[in-house]
């Protein structure tokens, strides 16, 4: 598996970004993905999840109602579109592949990890 998630980025308090996870392997065509963020000097928490098939999503209260998650799956492609971004959001983004095919927030079930986007948000 190789992701590559980019999109990340320096944006004020009340901004929006977007991030992708581009799949180059085809590996999560059956799996559902995640992302997961990790502020310094924290735990990495989860974010937001889709199933592999269908429009089922799964979001850590935090962000519900800010941030959308979509796939792309002609592209192996996974969104992240945040918006009204608030300081407490900065930290790296990463991208993972679950072993299963439903959205779950549990970090042990994601086997797959890329190398993160960093996103800082200025208050």
């Known amino acids: 598996v190789q992701l590559q998630a980019s999109g990340g980025g320096l944006v004020q308090a009340g901004g929006s970004l977007r991030l992708s996870c581009a799949d180059s392997?085809?590996?999560?065509?059956?799996?559902?993905v995640g992302w997961f963020r990790q502020a310094p000097g924290k735990e990495r928490d989860f974010v937001a999840a889709i199933n592999w098939r269908g429009p089922n999503t799964v979001y850590a209260d935090s962000v519900k109602g800010r941030f959308t998650i979509s796939r792309d799956a002609a592209k192996n492609t996974v969104y992240l579109q945040m918006d009204n971004l608030k300081p407490e959001d900065t930290a790296v983004y990463y991208c993972?592949?679950?072993?299963?095919?439903?959205?779950?927030?549990?970090?042990?079930?994601?086997?797959?990890w890329g190398q993160g986007t960093q996103v800082t948000v200025s208050s």
């Open positions: 392997r085809r590996t999560s065509s059956n799996n559902a």
């Open positions: 993972a592949v679950s072993r299963l095919p439903v959205a779950t927030s549990h970090l042990e079930h994601y086997r797959y």
